[in-house]
Protein backbone atom coordinates (compact mmCIF):
# COMPACT_ATOMS: atom_id res chain seq x y z
CA UNK A 1 0.00 0.00 0.00
CA UNK A 2 2.71 2.37 0.87
CA UNK A 3 3.98 2.02 -2.42
CA UNK A 4 1.48 2.84 -4.18
CA UNK A 5 0.34 5.72 -2.33
CA UNK A 6 4.05 6.70 -3.34
CA UNK A 7 3.20 6.68 -6.69
CA UNK A 8 0.94 9.70 -6.02
CA UNK A 9 1.06 13.31 -7.29
CA UNK A 10 0.39 14.56 -4.46
CA UNK A 11 1.86 11.54 -1.75
CA UNK A 12 4.26 14.58 -0.06
CA UNK A 13 1.59 16.42 0.87
CA UNK A 14 0.03 13.30 2.40
CA UNK A 15 3.46 13.37 4.36
CA UNK A 16 2.66 17.18 4.75
CA UNK A 17 -0.45 15.97 6.45
CA UNK A 18 0.30 13.53 8.85
CA UNK A 19 3.38 15.94 9.89
CA UNK A 20 1.30 18.30 10.81
CA UNK A 21 -1.24 16.55 13.10
CA UNK A 22 1.48 15.72 15.86
CA UNK A 23 1.74 19.39 15.49
CA UNK A 24 -1.84 20.08 15.39
CA UNK A 25 -2.43 17.84 18.88
CA UNK A 26 -0.07 19.32 20.82
CA UNK A 27 -0.85 22.47 19.53
CA UNK A 28 -4.53 21.88 20.35
CA UNK A 29 -3.68 20.44 23.97
CA UNK A 30 -2.13 23.23 24.95
CA UNK A 31 -4.72 26.07 23.87
CA UNK A 32 -7.70 23.74 25.14
CA UNK A 33 -5.51 23.71 29.23
CA UNK A 34 -5.13 27.42 28.97
CA UNK A 35 -8.70 28.49 29.02
CA UNK A 36 -9.26 25.59 31.52
CA UNK A 37 -6.84 26.90 34.37
CA UNK A 38 -9.29 29.09 36.27
CA UNK A 39 -11.53 26.40 36.28
CA UNK A 40 -8.91 23.80 37.02
CA UNK A 41 -7.26 25.77 40.21
CA UNK A 42 -11.06 26.67 41.52
CA UNK A 43 -11.82 23.01 41.56
CA UNK A 44 -8.91 21.54 42.92
CA UNK A 45 -8.44 24.65 45.24
CA UNK A 46 -5.03 25.75 44.45
CA UNK A 47 -3.28 29.10 43.82
CA UNK A 48 -1.84 30.35 40.37
CA UNK A 49 1.36 29.43 41.69
CA UNK A 50 0.84 25.92 41.86
CA UNK A 51 -1.63 25.46 38.99
CA UNK A 52 0.86 27.00 36.17
CA UNK A 53 3.12 23.74 36.94
CA UNK A 54 -0.40 22.20 34.90
CA UNK A 55 1.38 23.95 31.89
CA UNK A 56 4.81 24.32 33.23
CA UNK A 57 5.63 20.39 33.66
CA UNK A 58 5.15 20.21 30.23
CA UNK A 59 6.74 22.26 28.75
CA UNK A 60 9.98 21.33 31.03
CA UNK A 61 9.81 18.18 29.92
CA UNK A 62 9.48 19.26 26.43
CA UNK A 63 12.54 21.22 26.41
CA UNK A 64 14.72 18.54 28.06
CA UNK A 65 13.93 16.02 25.82
CA UNK A 66 13.56 18.06 22.35
CA UNK A 67 17.39 18.07 21.56
CA UNK A 68 17.58 14.53 22.37
CA UNK A 69 14.61 13.45 20.21
CA UNK A 70 15.96 15.42 16.95
CA UNK A 71 18.87 13.55 17.47
CA UNK A 72 17.26 10.53 17.53
CA UNK A 73 15.21 11.33 14.21
CA UNK A 74 18.57 12.07 12.65
CA UNK A 75 20.22 8.77 14.10
CA UNK A 76 17.18 6.50 13.76
CA UNK A 77 14.97 7.79 11.14
CA UNK A 78 12.02 10.16 11.64
CA UNK A 79 9.31 8.14 11.25
CA UNK A 80 9.84 5.33 14.02
CA UNK A 81 10.49 8.59 16.81
CA UNK A 82 7.56 10.39 14.79
CA UNK A 83 5.01 7.31 15.65
CA UNK A 84 5.84 6.28 19.02
CA UNK A 85 5.36 10.21 19.28
CA UNK A 86 1.87 9.77 18.64
CA UNK A 87 1.27 6.68 20.61
CA UNK A 88 3.07 8.00 23.89
CA UNK A 89 1.15 11.09 23.64
CA UNK A 90 -2.37 9.83 23.37
CA UNK A 91 -2.20 7.53 26.03
CA UNK A 92 -0.65 11.07 28.54
CA UNK A 93 -3.91 12.20 27.12
CA UNK A 94 -6.10 9.59 28.65
CA UNK A 95 -4.33 9.70 31.81
CA UNK A 96 -5.12 13.37 32.00
CA UNK A 97 -8.77 12.93 31.30
CA UNK A 98 -8.78 10.82 34.53
CA UNK A 99 -6.59 13.14 36.86
CA UNK A 100 -8.43 13.78 40.45
CA UNK A 101 -5.72 15.58 41.46
CA UNK A 102 -3.22 17.96 40.84
CA UNK A 103 -0.15 15.53 41.34
CA UNK A 104 -1.68 12.88 39.25
CA UNK A 105 -2.64 15.42 36.51
CA UNK A 106 0.90 16.75 36.32
CA UNK A 107 2.07 13.56 36.03
CA UNK A 108 0.33 13.00 33.33
CA UNK A 109 0.87 15.93 32.04
CA UNK A 110 5.04 14.72 31.84
CA UNK A 111 4.01 11.98 30.07
CA UNK A 112 2.05 13.78 27.44
CA UNK A 113 5.79 15.65 26.95
CA UNK A 114 7.79 12.86 26.00
CA UNK A 115 5.26 12.22 23.25
CA UNK A 116 4.83 15.41 22.19
CA UNK A 117 8.30 16.24 22.39
CA UNK A 118 9.34 13.49 19.91
CA UNK A 119 6.36 15.05 17.24
CA UNK A 120 7.71 18.63 17.57
CA UNK A 121 11.47 17.82 17.64
CA UNK A 122 10.21 16.21 13.87
CA UNK A 123 7.77 17.56 12.78
CA UNK A 124 9.64 20.55 11.00
CA UNK A 125 12.23 18.28 10.06
CA UNK A 126 9.78 15.76 8.00
CA UNK A 127 8.47 19.14 6.51
CA UNK A 128 12.06 20.41 5.52
CA UNK A 129 13.14 17.43 3.80
CA UNK A 130 10.01 17.02 2.10
CA UNK A 131 9.80 20.41 0.60
CA UNK A 132 13.20 21.43 0.07
CA UNK A 133 14.66 24.90 -1.75
CA UNK A 134 12.45 27.58 -2.40
CA UNK A 135 8.85 25.53 -1.41
CA UNK A 136 10.30 25.41 1.89
CA UNK A 137 8.79 28.52 3.32
CA UNK A 138 5.37 28.31 1.85
CA UNK A 139 4.96 24.38 3.84
CA UNK A 140 6.69 26.32 6.79
CA UNK A 141 3.47 29.08 6.37
CA UNK A 142 1.01 26.37 6.10
CA UNK A 143 2.67 24.87 9.11
CA UNK A 144 1.40 28.30 10.49
CA UNK A 145 -2.45 27.42 9.41
CA UNK A 146 -2.30 24.37 10.99
CA UNK A 147 -0.68 25.91 14.34
CA UNK A 148 -3.28 28.59 14.53
CA UNK A 149 -6.10 26.49 13.63
CA UNK A 150 -5.41 23.82 16.49
CA UNK A 151 -5.02 27.29 18.74
CA UNK A 152 -8.57 28.63 17.54
CA UNK A 153 -10.21 25.63 17.81
CA UNK A 154 -8.65 25.29 21.20
CA UNK A 155 -10.13 27.80 23.51
CA UNK A 156 -13.84 27.57 21.98
CA UNK A 157 -13.91 23.83 21.99
CA UNK A 158 -12.14 23.79 25.85
CA UNK A 159 -14.31 26.59 26.82
CA UNK A 160 -17.36 24.77 25.97
CA UNK A 161 -16.68 21.41 26.94
CA UNK A 162 -15.31 22.83 30.36
CA UNK A 163 -18.37 24.35 30.66
CA UNK A 164 -20.60 21.64 29.63
CA UNK A 165 -19.34 19.04 31.28
CA UNK A 166 -15.52 19.32 33.20
CA UNK A 167 -11.73 20.05 32.61
CA UNK A 168 -11.02 16.43 32.86
CA UNK A 169 -12.97 16.01 29.66
CA UNK A 170 -11.04 18.33 27.39
CA UNK A 171 -8.07 15.91 26.79
CA UNK A 172 -10.56 13.60 25.36
CA UNK A 173 -10.31 15.07 22.34
CA UNK A 174 -6.95 13.84 21.52
CA UNK A 175 -7.92 10.55 21.77
CA UNK A 176 -9.74 9.83 18.48
CA UNK A 177 -7.23 12.09 17.29
CA UNK A 178 -3.92 10.76 17.72
CA UNK A 179 -4.87 7.19 17.16
CA UNK A 180 -6.28 7.95 13.65
CA UNK A 181 -2.32 9.85 12.98
CA UNK A 182 -0.50 7.21 14.01
CA UNK A 183 -3.12 4.83 11.47
CA UNK A 184 -2.25 7.54 8.97
CA UNK A 185 1.52 7.74 9.85
CA UNK A 186 2.21 4.04 9.22
CA UNK A 187 1.03 4.27 6.28
CA UNK A 188 2.31 7.38 4.75
CA UNK A 189 5.76 7.75 6.34
CA UNK A 190 8.39 6.62 4.15
CA UNK A 191 10.67 4.08 5.79
CA UNK A 192 14.03 5.50 6.12
CA UNK A 193 17.08 4.05 6.24
CA UNK A 194 19.02 4.77 9.44
CA UNK A 195 20.98 7.31 9.52
CA UNK A 196 23.38 6.42 12.45
CA UNK A 197 26.15 8.50 12.99
CA UNK A 198 28.38 7.59 15.93
CA UNK A 199 27.35 6.80 19.84
CA UNK A 200 24.45 8.96 21.37
CA UNK A 201 25.76 11.47 23.37
CA UNK A 202 24.66 10.19 26.87
CA UNK A 203 26.85 12.20 29.61
CA UNK A 204 25.65 14.91 27.30
CA UNK A 205 21.67 14.45 27.33
CA UNK A 206 22.44 14.03 31.21
CA UNK A 207 24.14 16.60 31.80
CA UNK A 208 21.67 18.91 29.59
CA UNK A 209 18.63 17.52 31.19
CA UNK A 210 19.53 18.48 35.31
CA UNK A 211 21.00 21.80 34.56
CA UNK A 212 18.05 22.81 32.62
CA UNK A 213 15.54 21.27 35.38
CA UNK A 214 17.38 23.44 38.23
CA UNK A 215 17.47 26.23 35.79
CA UNK A 216 13.77 26.22 34.91
CA UNK A 217 13.11 25.18 38.86
CA UNK A 218 14.21 28.38 39.90
CA UNK A 219 12.99 30.44 37.57
CA UNK A 220 9.68 28.88 38.39
CA UNK A 221 9.85 29.16 42.23
CA UNK A 222 12.20 32.02 42.40
CA UNK A 223 9.52 34.32 43.76
CA UNK A 224 7.74 32.09 46.01
CA UNK A 225 10.66 30.72 47.80
CA UNK A 226 12.72 33.90 47.30
CA UNK A 227 15.33 35.24 45.17
CA UNK A 228 18.11 35.40 47.52
CA UNK A 229 16.97 32.40 49.51
CA UNK A 230 19.49 29.82 50.43
CA UNK A 231 17.61 26.88 48.16
CA UNK A 232 17.84 28.92 45.26
CA UNK A 233 21.23 30.19 45.20
CA UNK A 234 22.50 26.23 45.60
CA UNK A 235 19.99 25.27 42.84
CA UNK A 236 21.31 28.24 40.42
CA UNK A 237 24.98 27.49 41.21
CA UNK A 238 24.33 23.60 40.68
CA UNK A 239 22.76 24.67 37.43
CA UNK A 240 25.31 26.78 36.43
CA UNK A 241 28.19 24.61 36.75
CA UNK A 242 26.23 22.03 35.31
CA UNK A 243 25.57 23.62 32.26
CA UNK A 244 29.27 24.87 32.07
CA UNK A 245 30.15 21.09 31.86
CA UNK A 246 27.80 20.58 29.06
CA UNK A 247 29.08 23.29 26.67
CA UNK A 248 32.89 22.62 27.23
CA UNK A 249 31.89 18.71 26.94
CA UNK A 250 29.88 18.81 24.04
CA UNK A 251 32.77 21.31 22.61
CA UNK A 252 35.34 18.05 22.93
CA UNK A 253 33.29 14.99 21.73
CA UNK A 254 33.03 13.97 17.99
CA UNK A 255 29.10 13.40 18.12
CA UNK A 256 27.22 15.57 20.63
CA UNK A 257 23.65 15.93 21.41
CA UNK A 258 23.95 19.28 20.57
CA UNK A 259 26.05 20.46 18.19
CA UNK A 260 27.56 24.14 19.31
CA UNK A 261 29.05 24.81 15.63
CA UNK A 262 25.70 25.51 14.72
CA UNK A 263 25.24 28.69 16.68
CA UNK A 264 28.59 29.72 14.96
CA UNK A 265 26.00 31.06 12.19
CA UNK A 266 24.32 33.86 13.44
CA UNK A 267 21.41 33.41 11.42
CA UNK A 268 20.82 30.30 13.11
CA UNK A 269 22.05 31.85 16.53
CA UNK A 270 19.42 35.05 15.33
CA UNK A 271 16.47 33.31 14.31
CA UNK A 272 16.35 31.15 17.81
CA UNK A 273 17.08 33.64 19.96
CA UNK A 274 14.50 36.08 18.20
CA UNK A 275 12.23 33.36 18.49
CA UNK A 276 12.83 32.49 22.02
CA UNK A 277 11.96 36.24 22.94
CA UNK A 278 8.78 35.90 21.07
CA UNK A 279 7.79 33.28 22.72
CA UNK A 280 8.16 34.51 25.91
CA UNK A 281 6.63 37.67 24.82
CA UNK A 282 3.51 35.80 23.56
CA UNK A 283 3.15 33.46 26.99
CA UNK A 284 3.49 36.38 29.52
CA UNK A 285 -0.18 37.30 27.82
CA UNK A 286 -1.18 33.49 26.93
CA UNK A 287 -0.49 32.65 30.56
CA UNK A 288 -2.30 35.58 32.61
CA UNK A 289 -4.93 36.75 30.33
CA UNK A 290 -7.86 33.56 31.41
CA UNK A 291 -7.28 34.86 34.73
CA UNK A 292 -7.92 38.77 34.01
CA UNK A 293 -10.85 37.37 32.00
CA UNK A 294 -12.50 34.94 34.37
CA UNK A 295 -11.79 37.34 37.80
CA UNK A 296 -12.12 41.00 36.57
CA UNK A 297 -14.14 40.63 33.75
CA UNK A 298 -16.15 37.12 35.17
CA UNK A 299 -16.44 35.44 31.97
CA UNK A 300 -17.19 32.06 31.37
CA UNK A 301 -15.10 29.30 29.93
CA UNK A 302 -17.08 29.31 27.03
CA UNK A 303 -16.79 32.96 26.89
CA UNK A 304 -13.09 33.09 27.46
CA UNK A 305 -12.38 30.94 24.52
CA UNK A 306 -14.55 32.98 21.94
CA UNK A 307 -12.79 36.12 23.53
CA UNK A 308 -9.51 34.20 22.46
CA UNK A 309 -9.98 33.05 19.25
CA UNK A 310 -8.68 36.01 17.64
CA UNK A 311 -5.57 35.72 17.99
CA UNK A 312 -4.93 32.54 15.91
CA UNK A 313 -7.96 33.43 13.25
CA UNK A 314 -5.22 36.38 12.66
CA UNK A 315 -2.71 33.83 12.62
CA UNK A 316 -3.72 31.44 10.45
CA UNK A 317 -4.64 34.27 7.93
CA UNK A 318 -1.21 35.97 7.92
CA UNK A 319 1.31 32.67 8.36
CA UNK A 320 0.86 31.38 5.07
CA UNK A 321 0.88 34.85 3.25
CA UNK A 322 4.48 35.29 5.16
CA UNK A 323 5.95 31.68 4.98
CA UNK A 324 4.72 33.03 0.61
CA UNK A 325 6.28 36.33 0.71
CA UNK A 326 9.77 34.87 3.01
CA UNK A 327 10.21 32.99 -0.67
CA UNK A 328 10.39 36.16 -2.58
CA UNK A 329 11.52 38.94 0.28
CA UNK A 330 14.39 39.32 2.59
CA UNK A 331 12.55 37.36 5.83
CA UNK A 332 14.15 39.71 8.43
CA UNK A 333 11.32 42.48 6.85
CA UNK A 334 8.22 39.96 7.87
CA UNK A 335 10.23 39.03 11.43
CA UNK A 336 11.35 42.65 12.53
CA UNK A 337 7.89 43.72 11.58
CA UNK A 338 6.06 40.62 13.09
CA UNK A 339 7.64 41.13 16.56
CA UNK A 340 7.03 45.13 16.31
CA UNK A 341 3.42 44.72 15.83
CA UNK A 342 3.05 41.96 18.81
CA UNK A 343 5.12 44.47 21.14
CA UNK A 344 2.34 47.40 20.08
CA UNK A 345 -0.42 44.63 21.11
CA UNK A 346 1.15 43.71 24.63
CA UNK A 347 1.23 47.58 25.35
CA UNK A 348 -2.22 47.97 23.62
CA UNK A 349 -3.63 45.40 26.18
CA UNK A 350 -1.87 46.45 29.25
CA UNK A 351 -3.97 49.64 28.97
CA UNK A 352 -7.57 47.53 29.58
CA UNK A 353 -9.36 47.69 33.10
CA UNK A 354 -12.06 46.43 35.07
CA UNK A 355 -14.04 48.14 32.82
CA UNK A 356 -13.07 46.77 29.51
CA UNK A 357 -15.34 45.53 26.61
CA UNK A 358 -15.02 41.84 24.99
CA UNK A 359 -14.54 43.69 21.80
CA UNK A 360 -11.74 45.71 23.42
CA UNK A 361 -9.79 42.36 24.47
CA UNK A 362 -10.51 40.60 21.10
CA UNK A 363 -8.81 43.45 19.17
CA UNK A 364 -5.69 43.00 21.62
CA UNK A 365 -5.59 39.26 20.50
CA UNK A 366 -6.38 40.01 17.15
CA UNK A 367 -3.06 42.35 16.81
CA UNK A 368 -1.18 40.09 18.25
CA UNK A 369 -2.32 36.97 16.01
CA UNK A 370 -1.18 39.10 13.14
CA UNK A 371 2.46 39.95 14.63
CA UNK A 372 2.86 36.22 15.64
CA UNK A 373 2.03 34.84 12.22
CA UNK A 374 4.10 37.50 10.05
CA UNK A 375 6.85 35.93 12.63
CA UNK A 376 6.85 32.69 13.17
CA UNK A 377 6.76 31.49 9.16
CA UNK A 378 9.67 33.20 7.96
CA UNK A 379 11.74 32.82 11.00
CA UNK A 380 11.32 29.34 10.89
CA UNK A 381 12.14 29.18 6.99
CA UNK A 382 15.17 31.23 7.97
CA UNK A 383 16.96 28.97 10.63
CA UNK A 384 16.25 25.44 8.62
CA UNK A 385 17.35 27.25 5.53
CA UNK A 386 20.81 28.44 7.10
CA UNK A 387 21.93 25.20 8.28
CA UNK A 388 23.11 22.02 6.09
CA UNK A 389 20.73 19.51 4.86
CA UNK A 390 22.04 16.29 6.83
CA UNK A 391 21.66 19.02 10.26
CA UNK A 392 18.18 20.28 9.56
CA UNK A 393 16.72 17.74 12.21
CA UNK A 394 18.91 18.66 14.52
CA UNK A 395 18.14 22.69 14.10
CA UNK A 396 14.39 21.57 14.00
CA UNK A 397 15.05 20.10 17.46
CA UNK A 398 17.08 23.33 18.86
CA UNK A 399 14.29 25.49 17.48
CA UNK A 400 11.58 23.63 18.98
CA UNK A 401 13.44 23.77 22.62
CA UNK A 402 14.08 27.48 22.08
CA UNK A 403 10.57 27.65 21.77
CA UNK A 404 9.60 26.01 24.65
CA UNK A 405 12.23 27.65 27.06
CA UNK A 406 10.74 31.04 25.58
CA UNK A 407 7.32 29.44 26.85
CA UNK A 408 8.18 28.35 30.01
CA UNK A 409 10.39 31.46 30.58
CA UNK A 410 7.90 33.61 29.50
CA UNK A 411 5.01 32.13 32.26
CA UNK A 412 7.84 32.00 35.36
CA UNK A 413 8.32 35.57 34.69
CA UNK A 414 5.21 36.60 33.74
CA UNK A 415 3.72 34.57 37.05
CA UNK A 416 6.51 36.05 39.28
CA UNK A 417 5.89 39.20 38.14
CA UNK A 418 2.26 38.85 38.48
CA UNK A 419 2.41 37.81 41.89
CA UNK A 420 5.65 40.37 43.12
CA UNK A 421 3.65 43.23 42.35
CA UNK A 422 0.00 41.95 43.49
CA UNK A 423 1.73 41.55 46.86
CA UNK A 424 3.58 44.90 46.63
CA UNK A 425 0.05 46.59 46.31
CA UNK A 426 -1.57 44.32 48.89
CA UNK A 427 1.28 44.74 51.41
CA UNK A 428 -0.17 46.38 55.04
CA UNK A 429 -3.84 45.82 54.05
CA UNK A 430 -5.25 42.89 56.12
CA UNK A 431 -8.68 42.38 54.71
CA UNK A 432 -8.38 43.45 50.94
CA UNK A 433 -11.95 44.75 49.78
CA UNK A 434 -13.38 44.12 46.56
CA UNK A 435 -12.12 47.30 44.75
CA UNK A 436 -8.39 47.15 46.25
CA UNK A 437 -8.24 43.49 44.88
CA UNK A 438 -9.11 44.28 41.41
CA UNK A 439 -6.89 47.30 41.59
CA UNK A 440 -4.01 45.14 43.08
CA UNK A 441 -4.55 42.49 40.03
CA UNK A 442 -4.56 45.14 37.39
CA UNK A 443 -1.33 46.86 38.74
CA UNK A 444 0.40 43.51 38.62
CA UNK A 445 -1.19 42.06 35.06
CA UNK A 446 -0.58 44.93 33.15
CA UNK A 447 3.50 45.20 34.49
CA UNK A 448 3.84 41.77 33.26
CA UNK A 449 2.42 42.90 30.07
CA UNK A 450 4.90 45.72 30.04
CA UNK A 451 7.51 43.19 30.39
CA UNK A 452 6.27 40.78 27.31
CA UNK A 453 6.34 43.86 25.54
CA UNK A 454 10.30 44.65 26.22
CA UNK A 455 10.95 40.72 25.01
CA UNK A 456 9.25 41.16 21.89
CA UNK A 457 11.09 44.97 21.11
CA UNK A 458 14.60 43.03 22.33
CA UNK A 459 13.73 40.20 19.97
CA UNK A 460 13.01 42.51 16.75
CA UNK A 461 16.22 44.14 17.38
CA UNK A 462 17.97 40.54 17.27
CA UNK A 463 16.04 39.55 14.18
CA UNK A 464 17.20 42.58 11.84
CA UNK A 465 20.89 42.17 12.89
CA UNK A 466 20.71 39.14 10.86
CA UNK A 467 20.55 40.94 7.82
CA UNK A 468 23.50 40.07 5.45
CA UNK A 469 25.28 37.20 7.09
CA UNK A 470 25.38 33.93 4.98
CA UNK A 471 24.00 30.20 5.87
CA UNK A 472 26.20 27.64 6.96
CA UNK A 473 28.20 25.56 4.32
CA UNK A 474 26.84 21.89 3.49
Not at 289 to 294: D, G, K, T, V
Not at 430 to 452: E, K, N, R, W
Request: aromatic share 10%; with cysteine.
Amino acid sequence: MRERLRQLGYYRWLIFGVAVMGTFMAVLDSSIVNVALPLIALNLGIELAVVQWVVSAYLLVITILLPLFGKFGDMYGRRIIFLLGFIIFTLGSLFCSISSSICFLVAARVVQAIGASMLMANSPAIVGITFPGKERGRALGMIGTVVALASMVGPSLGGLLAGIFSWQSIFYINLPIGLFACLLGYFILPVEEKHQQGSFDFVGAILFAIGMTGFLVVLINGQEWGWGSYIVNVIGIITFVLLSIFVYYESLIEHPMIDLSLFKCWPFLAGNLSGLLSFMAMFSNNMLLPFYLHSILLLSPTEIGLVITPFPLLMAVTAPVSGYLSERISPVILTCSGLTIMMVGLLYLSTLDAQAVIWQVAIGQAVMGLGTGMFQSPNNNSVLSSVPQNKVGLASGMSALMRNVGMVSGIAVAVSVFESKRQQELAGIVIPDQVVYISAFLSAYHTALIIGACFAGAGAIISLSRKGHAPLKT
